[in-house]
């Protein structure tokens, strides 16, 4: 297998989760939350198998690095039982929000009587970025 530096593969796996994005921002706010609760499910029932990939990663740790470097290092790369439930939490927490798509923020009328609003639409991609280490974070890509 040949290896392809981090940055694209990352730039590349996003892109691809941008394209299958789009659709899914046209479904509905019940069944957008209903697959919310889907990925929590799967992640909570893959943990040992999340767990057992994640022990390739922390192999692919350099030895190189200093004794410091290499523990923050490994604390960033590292899963456990506790980090997976951290972002089984937080996938349930984000589908448990009332859905904002298309909640109308402001309104006003220009001086030629057109109406103005603002509305919510869909942020795009929600992506766990697992090296923040214990403090798991969900962000949008």
Avoid: C
């Amino acid at each position: 297998m040949v290896e392809v530096p981090v940055k694209i593969y990352i730039t590349n796996l996003a892109k691809q989760a941008k394209a299958a994005a789009k659709p899914f921002s046209r479904i509905s706010g019940e069944v957008r939350q209903r697959v919310l609760s889907e990925v929590a499910d799967e992640l909570d029932a893959h943990r040992e198998t999340i767990v057992e990939a994640n022990k390739e990663d922390i192999a692919g740790v350099s030895k190189e690095l200093s004794t410091d470097d290499y523990r923050k290092t490994l604390d960033r790369v590292r899963l456990d039982d506790e980090s997976i439930g951290d972002m089984v939490d937080r996938v349930r927490e984000i589908g448990n929000h009332p859905d904002p798509i298309g909640e109308v923020t402001s309104s006003w009328y220009t001086t030629e009587g057109m109406q103005v609003s603002r509305r919510r639409v869909p942020i795009g991609v929600i992506g766990i970025i697992s090296e923040m280490g214990p403090d798991v974070m969900a962000e949008s890509l």
